[in-house]
């Protein structure tokens, strides 16, 4: 049974930056890839950064491309996302994701969540 477990969220000034963390468990990780998603109050759950796994390619949504990383380390199974230039529209929940790399996108694909954890961007 896949396990994902998130943590590094709070509160921080716009322009700060915070990293978030994503322990694995029970993931093939040869076949997976792993990601964000975010989910901001009244919003739809949105695709933030995926990273695949075996190749190390990754996916950003254009509102975070160049101010995210995302990134791995295959002997801890964790997978980050580095968030510098926090803006106040970056204030959601962050849940960690586990899929197939073809749709690790699409929120109603995703085989696996984390709990989330909240970023809160202050302006």
């Known amino acids: 049974q896949v396990q994902l477990v998130e943590s590094g969220g709070g509160l921080v000034q716009a322009g700060g930056s915070l990293r978030l963390s994503c322990a694995a468990s029970g993931v093939t990780f040869i076949s997976y890839a792993m990601g964000w998603f975010r989910q901001a109050p009244g919003k739809e759950r949105e695709f933030v950064a995926a990273?695949?796994?075996?190749?190390?390619?990754?996916n950003y949504a254009d509102s975070v491309k160049e101010r995210f990383t995302i990134s791995r380390d295959n002997a801890k199974n964790t997978v980050y996302l580095q968030m510098n230039s926090l803006k106040a529209e970056d204030t959601a929940v962050y849940y960690c994701a586990a899929s197939r790399w073809a749709t690790m996108n699409i929120p109603g694909l995703i085989r696996s969540w984390g709990q989330g954890t909240q970023v809160t961007v202050s302006s």
């Open positions: 990273i695949n796994w075996s190749s190390g390619n990754t």
